[in-house]
């Protein structure tokens, strides 16, 4: 009964901040947008900018330090170094020398290779058709990397392929509904305290109520479960209802 009246509640404070203040979160509170911004001034080259956060983002999995801190090496060594050749020859000598992401190197340089012929096959124009249609980047993406459509780093990809699209083209397209919340240790840890069911199943549900596309629920609360102070900050500057926000992470 506990359970299911913290449901009932998660619910209702969902439907209260809805996806403008989800949109207000990714963009303004997730230091994982601030990276990209970052990459993307630095770079000043789209179609590079677009192909590498996809292909950081098929390798952020199993990381040594916080998922913000990644995304940060990430954007400051890239910035200062930009693929000459190939994106896994760049990941080569990048990964062995990363603090946030040491583990499992080859398996991640070698989901790289499967992935580059795909990302070399992309113009611009096509980035921006695959923005336009996230659901067809998933199936696509999943296809390439022969992967389920609800992997953990396949929908995330579709989220920081989000993220850059807005920072590139400069328009914001909201996820699709039918692409689930990445399965990430927060995100599951979070789920436990409501049910001890799917958390794919969980949210999707969850989402399908409350009106908000499970990508964007887990912009809402991923950012707020780091416990990170910068992250709390900016919520209290930029959020009008960080009161809210912080109120789902207590629940």
């Not at 000459?84 to 020859?89: A, H, L, M, P």
Request: glycine content about 2%; hydrophobic content about 40%; aromatic content about 12%.
């Amino acid at each position: 009964m506990v359970r299911k009246l913290k449901v009932e509640f998660l619910k209702s404070i969902l439907k209260e901040l809805g996806i403008e203040c989800a949109r207000t979160i990714e963009e303004k509170v997730d230091l994982q947008f601030s990276a990209l911004e970052s990459l993307h001034k630095n770079l000043n080259d789209d179609e590079l900018f677009l192909k590498l956060v996809i292909a950081n983002s098929i390798v952020s999995y199993q990381l040594s330090g916080k998922g913000e801190n990644w995304w940060w090496e990430f954007s400051n060594y890239f910035s200062k170094k930009p693929p000459i050749e190939s994106i896994v020859k760049a990941y080569s000598e990048f990964l062995p020398r990363s603090k946030s992401n040491k583990r499992l190197i080859q398996l991640k340089l070698n989901r790289l290779k499967k992935l580059e012929p795909f990302l070399n096959s992309l113009a611009i124009e096509d980035l921006r058709k695959y923005y336009q249609n996230m659901l067809r980047f998933r199936d696509r993406l999943a296809k390439v990397m022969n992967a389920k459509e609800d992997a953990k780093t396949i929908v995330f990809a579709v989220k920081m392929f989000g993220y850059a699209s807005r920072i590139a083209f400069g328009d914001f397209i909201p996820y699709p509904m039918e692409i689930d919340i990445p399965k990430d240790f927060r995100i599951e840890n979070y789920t436990r305290r409501f049910t001890d069911r799917n958390s794919t199943t969980f949210w999707r549900e969850v989402s399908k109520e409350v009106g908000i596309p499970p990508l964007h629920i887990d912009s809402i609360l991923w950012p707020v479960l780091g416990r990170d102070t910068r992250v709390a900050e900016r919520l209290k500057e930029h959020c009008e209802k960080y009161e809210l926000v912080l109120e789902l992470v207590s629940l």
